[in-house]
């Protein structure tokens, strides 16, 4: 049992902590990319608020030709 524990020690050392360093490491760096899901999600979500946006400015546009004074009602 003497023998085997430097043996064990400077296995887990110089094999097992870089190992489970690099593991770590290498999953953190794939977590910084944005996944292709992810990315057509975002796409998605852009062009979904895009189209809002222009349905906003088209009721904005419809009631100040209708009631010019409706933004100050409020």
Not at 13 to 31: E, N
Not at 55 to 64: A, G
Request: net charge negative.
């Amino acid at each position: 049992m003497d023998e085997l524990m430097p043996v064990l020690i400077v296995g887990i050392l110089f094999i097992g902590l870089p190992g489970m360093i690099f593991h770590y490491v290498t999953q953190w760096k794939r977590m910084r990319t944005i996944s292709g899901d992810d990315e057509q999600l975002l796409d998605d979500l852009h062009e979904t608020a895009r189209r809002l946006d222009a349905r906003l400015h088209s009721i904005e546009r419809i009631l100040d030709a209708e009631n010019p004074q409706w933004r100050r009602e409020n």
